[in-house]
């Protein structure tokens, strides 16, 4: 198969997560006889450098004209009082929208290996496997109008969330065939004592069901799905929610299983899939070589099991993962105090490593 795949490193860790994501997927692709054709361009602030635009035209075409598009992080302090269409987010939010990508996917999975990363007792996290199906395109990131108007010292703010019947019926239908292929149950989130949106959100979502009668749906409000996912998160199985509270919820779900540098994403829905870890771009520790790369490794494996449809290829880069966690590699973030910890190249290489024996294994076997 041909993997066609645009490469947008971005800014702070992105360029050093991303790089290591993509030996991971070189070897994928070498083990398993794939062509892999690579195009690297530029997003977010190294696209405001280089171009003075967060989403120059030439990375947008390069992304349609791509099966999948692989993303770093975007975001630097550098451009934090430029105008809001001229940051670094700016240009994420239009290529979500360019590319259609309605539904973002983002698990939280425990790994009993890093028990102590996580700021819960393990009795409580143990078992935990949670995807959030977020909405992507609708809510308060997009709608309109938006404004910040009057005279300083008596300005005022505008944001409006907004959101269609075929929005919330469109997200709440891949969320339930997603559902179907886990433990059949859906748990829909919303605020609809209080927000209209909501009170639509839930209607809808409640129609949907009648098409998905072997999925179980319940719903709750936000504030307290917040408080019950510190309190029993291996009770939740596939959340749905709208735009905003979703991004909420899935950092708080990072935050469950030990460090929000394990988690990946996929945004799906339109023609072309883009996949990238949750965390941000970290100028922090952006060049010390000590970021973690998981989230963007197991965005590939999202990459490879929900555009090229691999399942085995997906799979051997999850074992990957689990493989190097049990063998004790850590990064700075997962490392408890005096344990030894590697680079962000040293934890990439090892999965590679791992993908290419096993991907070996695999031909002799078939053989």
């Known amino acids: 198969m041909q993997l066609r795949v645009t490469s947008l490193p971005g800014d ?44 120059p035209d030439a990375t947008m ?23 809001r269409e ?24 425990f790994y009993p290996c890093l028990a102590a990363c996580s700021p819960l007792r393990e009795e409580i996290v143990k078992g935990t496997d949670i995807l959030i199906v977020r909405e992507l395109l609708g809510g308060l990131y997009f709608g309109q109008p938006r404004s910040i108007e009057g005279a300083p010292g008596a300005r005022q703010a ?9 929005e919330i019926e469109r997200i709440a239908r891949v969320a339930f065939q997603l559902a179907r292929t886990r433990r059949r149950r859906l748990l829909s989130i919303d605020k609809s ?8 959100w839930r209607e809808v979502v409640t129609g949907v069901a ?18 019950s996912l510190v309190q029993k998160p291996a009770e939740f ?28 994403s996929a945004s799906i829905g339109g023609p072309v899939g883009l996949y990238e870890p949750v965390h941000g771009s970290a100028p922090d520790i952006a060049g010390k070589g000590i970021a973690n790369p998981l989230g963007a490794i197991l965005s590939v494996a999202l990459m490879l099991r929900h555009t090229f449809h691999l399942s085995k290829e997906a799979e051997c880069v999850e074992a990957g993962v689990t493989s190097t966690l ?32 096993a991907a070996g294994a695999n031909n002799r076997a078939a053989s």
């Not at 973030?333 to 993908?355: K, P, Y």
């Open 12 to 55: 702070g860790i992105g360029p050093e997560v991303t790089s290591q994501a993509i030996c991971v997927l070189e070897e994928v692709a070498g083990g398993f006889g794939h062509d892999l054709e690579l195009d690297e361009k530029e997003i977010g602030g190294a696209a405001l450098t280089k171009f003075g635009n967060p989403l």
């Open 61 to 83: 075409q390069a992304c349609l004209g791509s099966q999948a598009v692989l993303l770093g992080a975007v975001g630097s302090p550098a451009f934090d009082h430029n105008p």
């Open 86 to 109: 001229l940051r670094p987010e700016a240009g994420l939010l239009r290529l979500r929208q360019g590319l259609g990508a309605f539904a973002n996917l983002r698990p939280a999975v």
């Open 158 to 166: 505008l944001n409006t969330m907004r959101y269609s019947e075929p």
């Open 193 to 200: 004592n209080v927000l209209e949106c909501s009170r639509l």
């Open 210 to 227: 009648r098409d998905f009668s072997d999925v179980q749906l319940s719903h709750m409000y936000v504030d307290s799905a917040a408080m």
């Open 237 to 264: 199985d596939v959340i749905l929610t709208e735009n905003m509270f979703g991004d909420i919820l899935s950092d708080q779900a990072g935050g469950v299983v030990g460090s929000l540098g394990l988690l990946a």
């Open 326 to 357: 049990k063998g004790g590699f850590r990064t700075r973030d997962l490392a408890r105090l005096g344990e030894r910890t590697v680079s962000t190249e040293e934890m990439g290489a090892q999965i590679a490593e791992f993908v290419r024996l």
